[in-house]
């Protein structure tokens, strides 16, 4: 039973564009996310979080929205440049700090 | 670089053989975690150590596999009597105070 849901297995957007990566959670227990990025043959490299007690927090060009209601997040990207090509990972914090992660959504900037 | 290490990068095995991965995390930072992770999931929690302490084990975890954290610093996962089902990307993560986690870049396991 997955808690962490990615829908969307890829996302396309053209260079300059936003990119919005979308998250579903089912544990209401959960109050702190993480999204992380990966190249492949590398491991995950932490982008942005987000505790419960926010609804937004922004980095740069990186924004992550928390919806609590709903158990939803989403990961903007604005504006998209081809080098933000890889899989991106929404996890949220469980108890003893372990992430849970959803499956990924391959996000393709193109030029 | 998170400068969190992991050898070796690749490993191919034969079924049945044994292996062992090492992780050599930042040494300030005391949570150390084994992740799984294979084609089109995430990764997939597998045990973790405060310390040199195995706080949990993931049900994930046959009898088959072991991690060892001695004295608190490097820590190694062995398989033993791999299966093709163990061929899958193995991440070493290492927290600190906070909740984020850096991982290594893994150890890629093929078992033929």
């Known amino acids: 039973d997955q808690q962490v849901k990615q829908n969307s297995p890829s996302l396309s957007v053209q260079e300059g564009r936003i990119s919005i990566l979308n998250c579903d959670y089912t544990?209401?227990?959960?109050?702190?996310f993480l999204w992380y990025k990966k190249y492949p043959a590398e491991g995950p490299t932490f982008l942005i979080s987000?505790?419960?007690?926010?609804d937004k927090n922004e980095d740069g060009r990186f924004t992550v929205f928390l919806n609590k209601s709903a158990k939803h997040l989403s990961l903007h990207i604005v504006p998209s440049q081809p080098g933000d090509s890889a899989v991106y990972f929404c996890?949220?914090?469980?108890?003893?700090?372990?992430?849970?992660f959803g499956a990924g959504t391959i996000l393709r900037v193109k030029s | 670089d998170t400068g969190v290490s992991q050898n070796p990068r690749h490993k191919i095995t034969k079924r049945g053989q044994n292996v062992t991965f090492r992780c050599d995390p930042i040494?300030?930072?005391?949570?150390l975690y084994w992740y799984r992770q294979t084609l089109g999931q995430g990764p997939e929690f597998l045990t973790y150590f405060q310390n040199e302490a195995q706080l949990e084990k993931s049900r994930l975890l046959s009898d088959r596999f072991s991690a060892e954290r001695p004295k608190g610093s490097f820590s190694t996962l062995e398989i033993q009597r791999t299966e093709q089902g163990d061929s899958a990307m193995y991440l070493c993560a290492n927290g600190g105070a906070d909740e984020k986690l850096f991982f290594g870049s893994g150890t890629q396991l093929s078992v033929l």
């Open positions: 040494s300030e930072h005391n949570r």
């Open positions: 544990n209401s227990m959960f109050d702190y």
């Open positions: 987000i505790s419960s007690i926010k």
């Open positions: 996890a949220a914090v469980e108890y003893g700090n372990k992430l849970v």
